[in-house]
């Protein structure tokens, strides 16, 4: 069955960039589009990107998706750090007909 | 604006039904599926299935199958999820997701607006 995996934290300070990745467990993660969603405690998940790199409208231009062939992985990087950018981030992806989503990543902006 | 709007929390004992809905509006129902996807406390998105508001076919994640079924009822734009022979680890917020796709060559292109969320509690 297709993985998704992501790290389990990253931290890093207000202004500067973070990059969190989503690594496929086999075949290729570009063969489907990945997407990714912010949570914020207590809160439902909203889409921060969509289709490996676009954002929905009321996004910030600061988020930004990609994907690397060469380490079958995604990545979601989010410039110019906020504090409200602190919450967990899950990427998503598609295993035939099934989703699947990485364990998630919680972002600590401190 | 685009809005997913579902039913309240639901308290129910072990071996009971439960059924979430998921009000639609502001978009064309029938041009997109919804996804449902849960969350145990303190646990990650697991999705549960996906179905299509077009012709109704539903996909189910392997986990579940033969306790969810998933349901559209287009006169009032409306999805629902029925879970059965409820167990105290289906104890969770139960979320729908409106996706888009499949498109013409047969790809989906990921959940772009989330209802609240419907608190289920499974307990004796």
């Known amino acids: 069955n297709f993985m998704l995996t992501q790290p389990h934290s990253v931290s890093e300070s207000p202004g500067k960039t973070v990059t969190i990745s989503c690594t496929g467990s086999?075949?290729?993660?570009?063969?489907?589009?990945v997407q990714w969603y912010q949570q914020r405690p207590g809160s439902a998940p909203t889409t921060v990107i969509y289709e490996d790199n676009q954002r929905p409208s009321g996004v910030p231009d600061r988020f930004s998706g990609s994907i690397d062939s060469s380490s079958n992985s995604a990545s979601l990087t989010i410039s110019g750090l906020k504090t409200e950018d602190e919450a967990d981030y899950y990427c998503?992806?598609?295993?035939?007909?099934?989703?699947?989503f990485g364990g998630g990543t919680k972002l600590t902006v401190l | 604006q685009v809005q997913l709007v579902q039913s309240g929390a639901e308290v129910k004992k072990p071996g009971a039904s439960v059924k979430v809905s998921c009000k639609a509006s502001?978009?064309?129902?029938?041009?997109?599926?919804i996804s449902w996807v849960r969350q145990a406390p303190g646990q990650g998105l697991e999705w549960m299935g996906w179905i299509s508001a077009y012709n109704g076919n539903a996909n189910y994640a392997q986990k579940n199958q033969g306790r969810v079924a998933m349901t559209t009822d287009t006169s009032t734009s409306t999805a629902y999820m029925e879970l059965r022979s409820l167990r105290s680890d289906d104890t969770a917020v139960y979320y729908c997701?409106?996706?888009?796709?499949?498109?013409?060559?047969?790809?989906?292109?990921?959940?772009?607006?989330w209802g609240q969320g419907t608190t289920v509690t499974v307990s004796s």
């Open positions: 502001g978009y064309t129902f029938t041009s997109y599926g």
């Open positions: 997701a409106r996706e888009n796709g499949p498109d013409g060559r047969g790809y989906y292109h990921g959940m772009d607006v």
């Open positions: 998503q992806s598609y295993d035939s007909s099934n989703r699947v």
């Open positions: 086999s075949g290729s993660i570009a063969r489907n589009y």
